[in-house]
């Protein structure tokens, strides 16, 4: 159980385009999902978080208008890469928490999606 | 400002040895710390912590927490080429997220 698909795993674009990443929980409903980017070799960094039926609440120093969260539904959740530029090539990676939120029951995570924006 | 910090950054070590993997915090209303290992892709659940003194054990890997002193152990035992990755520690400092620390990248040789 607690099985969260991320898709794309990879994409290349040309700069300037947009690139939506999307973010499913398969068997179980997700209120709240995490964006997190990560650089090679580096921890993960918390980018966003995702709220079902609201807007989502962005971490300091992240652009909300270059990075668009969606949470249109209990199991989907989107991230909008817009206008990318060669510095936004990254691993992005969504979690989820299953039932009892967060401080209950742990995070699960999708596969990631590497970007390269050329 | 909310803190988790791993030590050591990178281990290498002989398949057979015993590790000891650190996670410190400071954060402003402590909930819960994770351990994760992230070989190539997503990051997969270890162990859930949120009491002080209480052992979590898998198989060879153990984790304790000790929320006086603020930080987290996990252990693995005889450790296998399999061990190697990056072993990641996250913690909630009660404002509904999870703050991930530095990773400590773990290789096992044969």
């Known amino acids: 159980g607690a099985v969260v698909s991320q898709h794309p795993s990879r994409v290349i674009c040309k700069s300037g385009t947009s690139v939506k990443i999307e973010c499913r929980s398969l068997?179980?409903?997700?209120?709240?999902m995490f964006w997190y980017r990560q650089f090679p070799k580096k921890s993960l960094m918390l980018m966003a978080t995702?709220?079902?039926?609201?807007?989502?609440?962005?971490e300091q120093g992240v652009e909300k208008d270059k990075f668009l969260i969606n949470h249109a539904s209990l199991t989907l959740s989107t991230l909008t890469v817009t206008s990318a530029h060669p510095e936004d090539s990254s691993f992005y990676i969504c979690?989820?928490?299953?039932?009892?939120?967060?401080?209950?029951?742990?995070?699960?995570f999708g596969n990631g999606t590497r970007l390269t924006v050329t | 400002e909310d803190k988790v910090v791993q030590s050591p950054l990178s281990l290498v070590v002989h398949e057979g040895d015993t590790v000891t993997l650190n996670c410190s915090y400071e954060?402003?209303?402590?909930?819960?710390l994770l351990w994760y290992k992230q070989e190539k892709k997503a990051p997969t659940f270890l162990f859930m912590l949120?009491?002080?003194?209480i052992e979590k054990k898998s198989g060879r890997l153990s984790s304790i927490l000790d929320k006086k002193e603020l930080f987290s152990i996990l252990n693995i035992t005889a450790t296998q080429t399999g061990d190697s990755a990056v072993y990641l520690c996250?913690?909630?400092?009660?404002?509904?997220?999870?703050?991930f620390g530095t990773g400590t990248r773990l290789k096992v040789l044969a």
């Open positions: 979690s989820a928490s299953s039932s009892g939120g967060i401080y209950n029951s742990p995070l699960h």
């Open positions: 068997d179980f409903q997700a209120t709240t």
């Open positions: 995702s709220n079902e039926g609201s807007k989502a609440t962005y």
């Open positions: 954060v402003t209303n402590f909930r819960s």
């Open positions: 949120t009491s002080s003194g």
């Open positions: 996250a913690v909630a400092p009660g404002t509904y997220k999870y703050i």
